[in-house]
């Protein structure tokens, strides 16, 4: 039975919670944040919301939470999906975030600030931090790993013959390390309270399937796809046959560990 591809908004919020802040990076967005000893816990802003997924994870923290994205169509989708109370969502790019100077306590981008103008969304979020207020920005690398008994050695080498396939659709202005721009914000950041987390990872287990799946939300895929569907099709095929044929199962609701590494970095507004 052949991979079912990637196609619509539908297919890809199954996807979507593996692609968004973990549990333990935002405990550790708040620990940066207690550790300002203060009580800045009133309103955050999640710039580059998407369909939301990251923004709910803060309503717990903060009075008030609101996601905000360029897309309305991905707003339209973060209004449909369920929501406590104290979280809203408003449309505006990243470099002309729509509060007023000073108003905000946590600034953050969930995988979404490799898109941006970097220096205008690192001046717009000093402009709306309060003193005391944080920055908060993570993503995680295209490189995931996968745990199956003692067969991760081969599976791992098998997924980077995936990823190697679809570096040459990668966006040029991502460049083959998206971990590099996030680096570089961070360099040019001058809050002299600050740190950068190279590697956290992440571990969910999930169907073999839903692991081929979520590569196949990746940018470079969705580019092979429009580009040559027989060829993804072919792609993703093989790469699943050979990971059956590694794990020596013939199931693809085989349930695999995949590991994500996240990198993150915090800074604290003087």
């Known amino acids: 039975m052949p991979v079912q591809l990637f196609e619509g908004k539908d297919h890809a919020a199954a996807y979507l919670q593996y692609r968004v802040a973990p549990h333990e990076l935002i405990s550790r967005i708040m620990s940066f944040m207690e550790k300002g000893k203060s009580n800045r816990f009133n309103f955050a802003v999640d710039v580059g919301c998407g369909s939301g997924q990251g ?17 309305q169509a991905q707003l339209e989708m973060a209004q449909t999906n369920s929501k406590p109370p104290n979280v809203s969502y408003r449309q505006s790019p990243a470099e002309e975030l729509p509060f007023a100077n000073s108003e905000v306590d946590l600034v953050t981008a969930m995988t979404a600030a490799h898109w941006f ?57 991502l460049g083959t390390d998206s971990g590099k721009i996030y680096s570089d914000m961070f360099e040019s950041c001058s809050y002299p309270d600050k740190e950068w987390n190279e590697s956290f990872h992440v ?41 059956l044929s590694a794990m020596k199962v013939s199931s693809p609701e085989t349930e695999v560990t995949v590991v994500i590494k996240y990198f993150y970095w915090l800074a604290r507004k003087p």
């Open 55 to 71: 923004t709910v994870l803060l309503a717990p923290y903060f009075t008030k939470v609101v996601g905000t994205d360029i897309s």
């Open 203 to 243: 571990k969910k287990t999930l169907p073999l399937d839903s692991y081929i799946g979520m590569v196949q939300t990746f940018s470079s895929f969705q580019k092979l796809l429009k580009k040559d569907p027989e060829e993804a099709r072919r792609l993703s095929d093989d790469i699943r046959t050979k990971l």
């Open 117 to 173: 103008d970097r220096q205008k969304f690192l001046v717009e979020a000093d402009r709306v931090l309060k003193p005391g207020g944080c920055l908060a920005l993570l993503s995680y690398t295209m490189n995931m790993g996968l745990e199956y008994e003692d067969k991760s050695e081969a599976l791992n080498d098998i997924c980077k013959e995936f990823y190697a396939a679809l570096l040459p659709f990668r966006d040029p202005y």
